[in-house]
């Protein structure tokens, strides 16, 4: 199994459309966890940190079931420029998953 | 206040060349890292530094080596190009946990 695991999609939604990505992790000790947001050829960059007890910020929340060993990313009213690679990292083991592919269409 | 910066940004070598690729960060990060990202298997580790002086290997480490003799600079070295090594290089830096990655906006090396 690998440490950290996404569906690599591609997701292919609507605008307006809810989309949620989880993202599976092998270990349990991690404490630290992010999401990340790449555009094509470009560097990944930070879009939220995920919090135990879950954080929102704006259209994105993101969610951490420790018990399941998952993070979990939820985009609300999906935006045209929602349109990328969406990357989990856990930090500690310096793991990135190979990322889900997001297409929103008009 | 560049944040992570690299050098080249792109490249290409021939095979059994050899070239070093630069990173440099200008927030005083302890831990610094170099990926490498090939279409569809996201970013995997080659090797990492956790302070000035040292080094450690990540998941990938073969065919490279790193020194990083500043805290502000991360070096990585292909002794012996191989087309395999044909991929986008990024390095990243940061601050200890349980603070996010920074990335440097990646080298583009081909090996022919």
């Known amino acids: 199994r690998k440490e950290v695991e996404q569906d690599p999609g591609p997701f292919n939604v609507p605008e307006g459309a809810t989309v949620a990505f989880n993202c599976t992790y092998s270990?349990?000790?991690?404490?630290?966890f992010f999401w990340y947001r790449q555009d094509c050829r470009k560097e990944p960059k930070l879009l939220m940190s995920?919090?135990?007890s879950g954080n929102e910020d704006g259209r994105f929340t993101a969610q951490l079931n420790r018990a399941s060993q998952y993070i979990s990313l939820l985009i609300r009213d999906s935006k045209l420029s929602d349109s990328a690679t969406y990357l989990c990292?856990?930090?500690?083991?310096?793991?990135f998953g190979a990322g889900t592919r997001l297409t929103v269409k008009p | 206040n560049a944040g992570v910066t690299q050098t080249p940004k792109f490249r290409v070598l021939k095979t059994g060349q050899s070239m070093t690729l630069l990173c440099a960060q200008d927030?005083?990060?302890?831990?610094m890292y170099w990926y490498r990202q090939d279409p569809g298997m996201g970013l995997r580790l080659i090797h990492y530094s956790v302070g000035e002086g040292t080094t450690a290997k990540g998941e990938v480490p073969d065919g490279y080596n790193v020194s990083r003799l500043k805290k502000q600079n991360f070096l990585l070295g292909l002794e012996s190009a191989a087309p395999s090594q044909t991929s986008v290089y990024f390095c990243a830096s940061r601050p200890p946990a349980p603070y996010e990655q920074y990335f440097g906006p990646g080298t583009r090396l081909t090996v022919t």
């Open positions: 270990n349990s000790a991690s404490q630290s």
């Open positions: 927030m005083n990060h302890e831990y």
């Open positions: 990292v856990v930090n500690d083991d310096m793991r």
């Open positions: 995920v919090y135990s």
